[in-house]
């Protein structure tokens, strides 16, 4: 490996360091995990590998995985550990739709979750959560993926890194996560 490419994972890491200063400064209690975690590899493949993982203590959020794709986009998976999702029989994967005036520019006006949820409700529940909805418009967020991995059994939220989470973040992010662990209805 030479410098350059060093230089470049140097440059890489910082992602994951940002987003765990900026999960301790809002008191999440995490730690950065060692490399070689199974999880690691969850959505990574040809062109796309993990930078690491970072543990979290509490709540329903239990994990934060940052990859890094050919493109140099940095992704962030939050995960969601439900033991049910070992038994799914169908794909789920559902996303996060922010529909702005003007032909797509502009103010966003909406967000609408759209996809596959295998009749588990999660859509309706995500799109019926009007302050939801608002404080994902207003965090100038624009694109959120969730999946479903049965293999550890866990609900990824992923989303294109723009900044370290903050608190209303965090605080949106484990709103979704209780969508997604709520048994229906």
């Known amino acids: 490996m030479g410098v350059l490419d060093r230089a470049k994972d140097a440059f890489r890491e910082t992602t994951r360091e940002k987003i765990f200063v900026a999960l301790k400064r809002i008191r999440v209690p995490a730690e950065l995990a060692e490399s070689g975690h199974p999880e690691e590899n969850l959505k990574c493949g040809f062109g796309v590998h993990s930078l ?87 965090t100038g967020a624009d694109d959120f993926t969730i999946t479903a991995h049965d293999k550890p059994g866990c609900w990824l939220i992923s989303v294109v890194y723009t900044a370290p989470p903050d608190k209303e973040l965090w605080g949106c992010y484990r709103s979704i996560a209780e969508h997604l662990l709520s048994e229906g209805a």
């Open 52 to 138: 690491g993982i970072i543990d979290i203590d509490e709540g329903p959020v239990r994990w934060v995985n940052v990859r890094i794709d050919l493109n140099e986009i940095n992704w962030v998976d939050y995960a969601v550990p439900d033991e049910r999702l070992s038994r799914r029989e169908r794909e789920i994967m559902i996303q996060a739709h922010f529909e702005k005036r003007l032909f797509g520019l502009g103010k966003v006006v909406d967000l609408v979750w759209r996809g596959e949820d295998a009749g588990w409700g999660i859509i309706r529940r995500l799109n019926g959560d009007i302050p939801l909805k608002n404080r994902l418009m207003s």
